[in-house]
């Protein structure tokens, strides 16, 4: 009664090509000069993105941010609806708006329930309008319909007191179409008329390497289409309608540098901003006045200049209700915005802020059906064991997960497991004596992926381990979390395939043999070549699916601990880090 997750590969928008004009200095806007002298109406968006259904605020490291200040916990939507309705006070034209990844990856809560508490409680919260993410496509475009139309679960129904009526919202997907169609799979746009009369056009689009980042089973017939020409089509179709003021919700971000914690602009517009985002909002359409961005779950603001030189803000805020941003600018006599008058504030919410009387009952309605399953104690732990949360590369959380999946493809003759990192979505934070729950399981491996052991070459193994720091990986290593059995050193004052010292690579404390097979047990993502690991995608021979990811941690936890005996973080060194020139 649970959902699952997703990824794959795809071609280019079926549009006919649309010259762009390329980057120019910045120069003075003339529409702000010829508006200065006119009335103008101010107007504010509260953003947010990558919710992932948390509800409540996420325990450990993966719940903390750091916005030119101390470090803080922080989320839970009741206390970010309590700062919105602060934030909202007063102000006559404000809209609530999101860039993708609402749902999917969700914690128990809203997973049990196919994620229907999320869409509620974003309801409540007086969402307008979201961009989908690569996760609302974890179980396939026909759930995401459901979703968005309303209905029942078709295989579990529907949730306890409850008739399903689909998003009241607006969910955009501009450049995703079933394969060979150029109809978008959901609305493209939309447009919401603010109560001074004004218009505000919303596109709404998801990144286009999100196959990589999706199950390649959920999304075979569907096409993810190259960004800017689709904004360009739908910017062209806002203007002929005479809507001048347009804002685009894009599930792209970047990874590294912009945060809130630094001055994003130090150096020129955007300095610090890097990564497709960056490239995307320098060629939009330049009638798009600014972006909202997501996917990366950290927080910044920064500008960057469009194809005519102008001023165009680019935002983010935190994952998991961390934060929001408070956008305001002002729109002229000819209903644009003035993009001098636009500006950011990154607003935390704290653990601490006072909850919201009505999304606290909404959300305690939801977990009280779903006590029964969450509150089952299925092992123990002596320490935090941080996942999600950690900067290390090789985590506790991670090593421990390899461990209980490398276990559970025993009966299958495994050798060892691999696991990406994106597959554990917090951390297992040690509280009640250590007990851990089936909600705190689940919210570490929410996907409830199958796990499948494949026969892999040596040779294929090594190649696996290089493409770490290869292809789509080469700018941002994706280190795999390894069971127990693996071990190899890196270097990272090398580059590219060069990281791995292809030598020290071993199972079992033995030199990795490339004509050798090892039976590798992978999630269904990882099997099907997800986050760029494409040697595995071309493996077809495979044996389980019977056991998901999920299953096997909790039968780990099982069968390894006890109240007496709790599992103890395991001790680091499956990597090994080194410099040899």
Same mark, same amino acid.
């Given at each position: 009664m649970?959902n699952?997750?997703?990824r794959r ?8 090509? &649309?010259l762009l ?6 120069q003075?806007d003339l ?8 009335? *103008? ?6 953003a ?8 409540l605020p996420v ?5 903390r941010i750091?916005?030119?200040? =101390?470090? %803080? ?7 970010m609806a309590?700062l919105?309705?602060?934030?909202r006070?007063g102000v006559?034209?404000t809209?609530?708006?999101g860039?993708g990844?609402?749902?999917g ?10 994620d $229907? ?6 309801e ?6 979201s961009?989908v993410?690569?996760h $609302? #496509? ?7 319909r459901r %979703?968005v139309?309303g209905?029942c679960?078709p295989?579990d ?6 008739q399903?009526k689909?998003a009241?919202?607006?969910?955009l997907a501009?450049n ?6 150029t109809?978008?799979? &959901?609305k493209p ?5 603010l109560p001074?009369g004004? *218009?505000?056009?919303?596109?709404g ?5 999100a196959?990589?980042?999706?199950n390649a089973?959920k999304?075979?017939?569907?096409? #993810?289409?190259?960004?800017v020409p689709v904004i360009?089509?739908y ?6 309608q005479?809507?001048n003021?347009?804002v685009?919700l894009?599930h792209e971000?970047? /990874?590294?540098s912009?945060q ?6 130090e ?7 890097g990564?497709?985002i960056?490239?995307i ?6 009638a798009?006045d ?5 996917h990366?779950?950290n ?16 935002t983010?805020a935190?994952?998991f209700? *961390?934060? #929001?941003t408070?956008?305001?600018f ?19 919410v ?6 919201q009387?009505?999304?606290?009952k909404?959300?305690?309605t ?5 006590d029964?399953v ?6 123990h732990?002596?320490a ?8 290390l590369?090789e985590?506790? &959380?991670?090593?421990f997960?390899?461990d209980?999946?490398?276990? /559970?493809?025993?009966?299958?003759? /495994?050798?060892l ?13 040690f509280h009640?004596a250590?007990a851990?729950?089936y909600a705190d ?10 796990l499948y ?11 696996? &381990?290089q493409?770490?720091?290869?292809? $789509?990986? $080469?700018?941002? =290593?994706?280190?795999l979390?390894?069971?127990?059995e693996?071990s190899?050193s890196?270097?990272m004052?090398r ?8 030598d020290?690579v071993?199972i079992?404390?033995?030199?990795v043999v490339p004509d050798?097979t090892?039976?590798?047990v992978l999630?269904? #993502?990882l099997?099907?070549?997800?986050n760029?690991?494409?040697v ?7 044996e ?18 006890s109240?007496?005996?709790?599992a103890?973080?395991?001790a680091?060194?499956? %990597?090994?880090f080194?410099?040899?020139h």
């Amino acid at each position: 009664m649970i959902n699952r997750f997703v990824r794959r590969a795809v071609p280019a928008f079926a549009l006919v090509p &649309l010259l762009l004009a390329g980057p120019a200095a910045a120069q003075p806007d003339l529409r702000e000069a010829n508006s200065a002298a006119g009335a *103008r109406t101010p107007v504010q968006l509260l953003a947010l993105n990558d919710l992932h259904g948390n509800l409540l605020p996420v325990d450990g490291a993966a719940g903390r941010i750091s916005h030119r200040g =101390p470090t %803080i916990q922080a989320g839970g939507l009741a206390q970010m609806a309590t700062l919105l309705d602060q934030a909202r006070s007063g102000v006559t034209n404000t809209l609530t708006v999101g860039a993708g990844d609402m749902i999917g990856g969700s914690p128990l809560l809203s997973a049990l329930f196919h994620d $229907e508490p999320t869409i509620d409680a974003l309801e409540e919260l007086g969402l307008s309008v979201s961009s989908v993410g690569n996760h $609302e #496509f974890d179980e396939g475009q026909a759930e995401l319909r459901r %979703i968005v139309d309303g209905g029942c679960h078709p295989d579990d129904g529907c949730a306890p007191d409850t008739q399903y009526k689909g998003a009241s919202f607006a969910y955009l997907a501009a450049n995703v179409t079933e394969r060979g169609s150029t109809k978008p799979l &959901l609305k493209p746009y939309t447009i919401k008329t603010l109560p001074s009369g004004q *218009r505000i056009g919303f596109i709404g689009l998801i990144t286009k390497e999100a196959p990589s980042a999706i199950n390649a089973a959920k999304i075979r017939d569907l096409e #993810f289409h190259d960004e800017v020409p689709v904004i360009e089509r739908y910017s062209r179709e806002l203007t002929r309608q005479g809507v001048n003021a347009q804002v685009v919700l894009l599930h792209e971000g970047e /990874a590294v540098s912009g945060q809130a914690g630094a001055n994003c602009d130090e150096g020129g517009p955007g300095t610090k901003l890097g990564g497709r985002i960056k490239k995307i909002a320098e060629q939009a359409a330049p009638a798009v006045d600014l972006i909202v961005s997501g996917h990366s779950h950290n927080s910044y603001e920064c500008t960057v200049n469009d194809p005519n030189g102008h001023r165009r803000l680019v935002t983010q805020a935190d994952s998991f209700s *961390r934060s #929001f941003t408070d956008l305001r600018f002002d729109l002229d006599r000819a209903r644009d915005v003035v993009r001098s008058t636009v500006k950011a504030q990154h607003r935390p919410v704290p653990v601490e802020t006072a909850q919201q009387p009505a999304m606290a009952k909404l959300i305690e309605t939801w977990r009280t059906r779903s006590d029964a399953v969450a509150n089952r104690v299925v092992g123990h732990i002596s320490a935090d064991m941080p996942g999600r949360g950690s900067p290390l590369p090789e985590t506790p &959380l991670g090593s421990f997960l390899a461990d209980a999946q490398v276990a /559970a493809g025993k009966e299958h003759g /495994a050798d060892l497991a691999l696991m990406n990192p994106g597959g554990m979505r917090a951390d297992l934070v040690f509280h009640d004596a250590g007990a851990v729950t089936y909600a705190d399981a689940y919210r570490v491996q929410p996907f409830e992926s199958p796990l499948y052991v494949l026969p892999v070459t040596g040779a294929q193994l090594i190649t696996a &381990l290089q493409q770490q720091f290869t292809g $789509e990986n $080469e700018e941002s =290593p994706c280190f795999l979390q390894l069971s127990k059995e693996l071990s190899y050193s890196v270097d990272m004052s090398r580059t590219g395939a060069d990281r791995l010292l292809a030598d020290t690579v071993k199972i079992n404390g033995q030199p990795v043999v490339p004509d050798a097979t090892y039976k590798v047990v992978l999630n269904e #993502f990882l099997a099907n070549g997800g986050n760029g690991f494409t040697v595995f995608g071309t493996i077809t021979n495979r044996e389980g699916g019977d056991v998901t990811d999920l299953a096997a941690l909790v039968d780990y936890l099982d069968a390894t601990t006890s109240p007496n005996a709790p599992a103890a973080p395991p001790a680091p060194g499956r %990597i090994t880090f080194v410099t040899t020139h």
